[in-house]
Protein backbone atom coordinates (compact mmCIF):
# COMPACT_ATOMS: atom_id res chain seq x y z
CA UNK A 1 0.00 0.00 0.00
CA UNK A 2 1.69 3.23 -1.20
CA UNK A 3 1.81 5.63 1.95
CA UNK A 4 1.04 9.53 0.90
CA UNK A 5 4.39 11.26 2.15
CA UNK A 6 2.87 14.77 2.16
CA UNK A 7 0.26 15.87 4.89
CA UNK A 8 -1.26 18.98 5.27
CA UNK A 9 -0.44 21.84 7.44
CA UNK A 10 -3.23 23.50 9.54
CA UNK A 11 -3.12 27.04 11.94
CA UNK A 12 -4.92 27.19 15.18
CA UNK A 13 -8.67 28.15 13.31
CA UNK A 14 -8.36 25.08 11.12
CA UNK A 15 -7.80 26.01 7.66
CA UNK A 16 -5.04 24.77 5.56
CA UNK A 17 -1.92 26.52 5.28
CA UNK A 18 0.68 24.28 3.32
CA UNK A 19 2.24 20.71 2.97
CA UNK A 20 5.04 19.40 4.52
CA UNK A 21 6.60 16.02 3.94
CA UNK A 22 6.98 13.07 6.15
CA UNK A 23 10.15 11.01 6.34
CA UNK A 24 10.38 7.92 4.82
CA UNK A 25 12.69 6.70 7.46
CA UNK A 26 10.03 7.54 10.42
CA UNK A 27 6.40 7.39 8.41
CA UNK A 28 7.67 5.10 5.68
CA UNK A 29 8.42 1.88 7.46
CA UNK A 30 6.89 -1.07 6.59
CA UNK A 31 4.15 -1.91 9.76
CA UNK A 32 5.34 -4.88 11.96
CA UNK A 33 1.92 -5.64 14.23
CA UNK A 34 3.34 -8.46 16.06
CA UNK A 35 6.42 -5.88 17.44
CA UNK A 36 3.87 -3.49 17.70
CA UNK A 37 1.66 -6.32 20.26
CA UNK A 38 4.60 -7.72 22.06
CA UNK A 39 5.88 -4.03 22.85
CA UNK A 40 2.04 -3.01 24.21
CA UNK A 41 1.68 -6.17 26.03
CA UNK A 42 5.46 -5.42 27.89
CA UNK A 43 4.24 -1.44 28.25
CA UNK A 44 0.78 -2.37 30.07
CA UNK A 45 2.41 -5.20 32.36
CA UNK A 46 5.22 -2.61 33.44
CA UNK A 47 2.16 -0.22 34.75
CA UNK A 48 0.99 -2.74 36.78
CA UNK A 49 1.33 -1.48 40.34
CA UNK A 50 1.83 -5.24 41.72
CA UNK A 51 0.66 -3.95 45.42
CA UNK A 52 -2.57 -6.45 45.41
CA UNK A 53 -2.41 -8.32 48.82
CA UNK A 54 -4.04 -10.54 51.26
CA UNK A 55 -3.29 -12.45 54.69
CA UNK A 56 -2.79 -15.78 55.08
CA UNK A 57 -3.27 -17.87 58.35
CA UNK A 58 -0.34 -16.56 59.55
CA UNK A 59 -1.02 -12.79 59.49
CA UNK A 60 -4.38 -12.68 60.48
CA UNK A 61 -5.33 -12.24 64.48
CA UNK A 62 -6.25 -15.04 66.48
CA UNK A 63 -5.00 -18.89 66.40
CA UNK A 64 -2.66 -19.85 69.75
CA UNK A 65 -5.36 -21.92 71.67
CA UNK A 66 -7.11 -25.10 70.32
CA UNK A 67 -10.94 -24.03 69.88
CA UNK A 68 -12.01 -27.33 71.34
CA UNK A 69 -10.59 -30.50 72.40
CA UNK A 70 -9.68 -33.07 70.04
CA UNK A 71 -12.19 -35.71 70.53
CA UNK A 72 -15.14 -35.77 72.26
CA UNK A 73 -16.94 -33.10 71.09
CA UNK A 74 -18.92 -33.89 68.01
CA UNK A 75 -17.93 -31.68 65.80
CA UNK A 76 -14.90 -31.46 63.42
CA UNK A 77 -11.29 -31.37 64.21
CA UNK A 78 -9.74 -27.84 64.55
CA UNK A 79 -6.31 -26.50 65.79
CA UNK A 80 -6.79 -22.76 64.98
CA UNK A 81 -9.09 -19.99 64.64
CA UNK A 82 -7.21 -18.74 61.63
CA UNK A 83 -7.80 -21.83 59.34
CA UNK A 84 -8.92 -20.69 55.55
CA UNK A 85 -11.83 -22.69 56.28
CA UNK A 86 -12.97 -20.56 59.29
CA UNK A 87 -14.93 -16.96 58.90
CA UNK A 88 -12.06 -14.37 59.45
CA UNK A 89 -9.30 -17.14 58.85
CA UNK A 90 -6.32 -16.41 56.37
CA UNK A 91 -6.75 -16.78 52.58
CA UNK A 92 -5.56 -19.77 50.09
CA UNK A 93 -3.28 -18.96 47.58
CA UNK A 94 -4.36 -14.97 47.82
CA UNK A 95 -2.62 -12.43 45.85
CA UNK A 96 0.85 -11.26 47.28
CA UNK A 97 2.92 -8.36 46.34
CA UNK A 98 4.90 -9.06 43.51
CA UNK A 99 6.70 -6.92 39.95
CA UNK A 100 5.31 -7.24 36.81
CA UNK A 101 8.50 -5.36 35.45
CA UNK A 102 9.64 -7.08 32.05
CA UNK A 103 12.66 -5.52 30.19
CA UNK A 104 11.88 -4.56 26.29
CA UNK A 105 15.16 -4.08 23.77
CA UNK A 106 15.31 -0.66 22.82
CA UNK A 107 16.04 -1.54 19.31
CA UNK A 108 12.97 -3.42 19.36
CA UNK A 109 11.21 -0.11 21.07
CA UNK A 110 12.33 1.96 18.62
CA UNK A 111 11.26 -0.38 15.88
CA UNK A 112 7.88 -0.45 17.39
CA UNK A 113 7.08 2.68 17.77
CA UNK A 114 8.26 3.38 13.79
CA UNK A 115 5.94 1.01 13.17
CA UNK A 116 3.30 2.67 14.94
CA UNK A 117 4.39 5.79 13.47
CA UNK A 118 4.27 4.35 9.74
CA UNK A 119 0.93 2.60 10.29
CA UNK A 120 -0.94 5.93 11.46
CA UNK A 121 0.90 7.66 8.31
CA UNK A 122 -0.55 5.43 5.95
CA UNK A 123 -4.14 5.49 7.16
CA UNK A 124 -4.03 9.13 6.74
CA UNK A 125 -4.10 9.65 10.18
CA UNK A 126 -1.31 12.22 11.09
CA UNK A 127 -2.20 16.04 11.18
CA UNK A 128 0.42 18.64 11.36
CA UNK A 129 -0.30 22.06 13.10
CA UNK A 130 2.08 25.11 12.75
CA UNK A 131 1.80 25.78 16.54
CA UNK A 132 0.25 24.87 19.87
CA UNK A 133 1.61 27.98 21.90
CA UNK A 134 -0.98 28.97 24.39
CA UNK A 135 -1.13 32.27 26.67
CA UNK A 136 -2.56 30.33 29.53
CA UNK A 137 -3.86 27.00 30.82
CA UNK A 138 -7.12 27.20 28.28
CA UNK A 139 -8.64 24.14 27.82
CA UNK A 140 -11.74 25.59 26.39
CA UNK A 141 -9.34 27.61 23.95
CA UNK A 142 -7.85 23.69 22.89
CA UNK A 143 -11.57 21.92 22.62
CA UNK A 144 -12.27 24.79 20.01
CA UNK A 145 -8.83 24.20 18.14
CA UNK A 146 -9.70 20.14 17.65
CA UNK A 147 -12.97 21.01 17.06
CA UNK A 148 -11.84 23.26 13.88
CA UNK A 149 -10.06 20.22 12.93
CA UNK A 150 -13.08 17.94 13.33
CA UNK A 151 -11.59 15.70 16.44
CA UNK A 152 -14.90 16.30 17.85
CA UNK A 153 -15.30 12.56 18.93
CA UNK A 154 -11.95 11.33 17.97
CA UNK A 155 -9.07 10.30 20.61
CA UNK A 156 -6.05 12.54 19.47
CA UNK A 157 -2.16 11.93 20.77
CA UNK A 158 -0.76 15.75 20.47
CA UNK A 159 3.09 15.58 20.13
CA UNK A 160 5.16 18.94 20.49
CA UNK A 161 8.91 19.47 20.41
CA UNK A 162 9.78 20.56 24.40
CA UNK A 163 8.00 21.48 27.21
CA UNK A 164 4.62 23.08 26.79
CA UNK A 165 3.47 23.38 30.55
CA UNK A 166 -0.07 25.41 29.28
CA UNK A 167 -0.88 22.75 26.78
CA UNK A 168 -0.17 20.06 28.77
CA UNK A 169 -1.91 21.30 32.35
CA UNK A 170 -4.99 22.64 29.40
CA UNK A 171 -5.58 19.15 28.07
CA UNK A 172 -4.82 17.50 31.54
CA UNK A 173 -8.77 16.95 31.92
CA UNK A 174 -10.01 16.43 28.58
CA UNK A 175 -11.12 12.69 28.26
CA UNK A 176 -9.73 11.99 24.98
CA UNK A 177 -6.68 13.90 24.05
CA UNK A 178 -3.16 13.12 25.19
CA UNK A 179 -0.16 15.43 25.56
CA UNK A 180 3.53 14.30 25.06
CA UNK A 181 6.72 15.46 24.11
CA UNK A 182 7.45 14.43 20.83
CA UNK A 183 10.82 12.45 21.76
CA UNK A 184 9.15 10.81 24.76
CA UNK A 185 6.47 9.27 22.37
CA UNK A 186 5.31 5.44 22.66
CA UNK A 187 4.21 3.42 20.75
CA UNK A 188 1.27 2.48 23.01
CA UNK A 189 -0.20 6.02 22.66
CA UNK A 190 0.10 6.54 19.11
CA UNK A 191 -1.90 3.01 18.26
CA UNK A 192 -4.03 4.30 20.84
CA UNK A 193 -4.83 7.11 19.42
CA UNK A 194 -7.43 7.81 16.37
CA UNK A 195 -5.21 10.41 15.03
CA UNK A 196 -1.82 12.07 15.89
CA UNK A 197 -2.00 15.55 15.68
CA UNK A 198 2.14 16.76 15.93
CA UNK A 199 3.38 20.38 15.54
CA UNK A 200 5.69 21.27 12.79
CA UNK A 201 7.99 21.80 15.87
CA UNK A 202 6.94 18.33 16.91
CA UNK A 203 7.43 16.87 13.47
CA UNK A 204 10.99 18.12 13.29
CA UNK A 205 12.26 16.54 16.69
CA UNK A 206 10.76 13.13 15.94
CA UNK A 207 12.52 13.01 12.72
CA UNK A 208 15.50 13.91 14.65
CA UNK A 209 15.35 11.51 17.29
CA UNK A 210 13.90 8.67 15.64
CA UNK A 211 15.57 8.76 11.97
CA UNK A 212 17.04 5.58 11.64
Known amino acids: MAVNMEVKIYNKEGAEIGTIALSDAVFGQEPNPVLVHQYIVNYLANQRQGTASSKG ?3 VAGGGAKPWRQKGTGRARAGTRSSPLWKGGGITFGPEPRCFYK ?3 RKMKRRALLSAFSDKARSERVMVLDDLDL ?3 KTRKVADILDKLGM ?3 KCLILDEGVNQNLHMSVKNMERVIYSRAPLANAYDVVNADVLLVTK ?3 AKIEEVFAL
Open 103 to 105: KFP
Open 57 to 59: RTD
Open 135 to 137: EGI
Open 152 to 154: QQK
Open 201 to 203: AGL
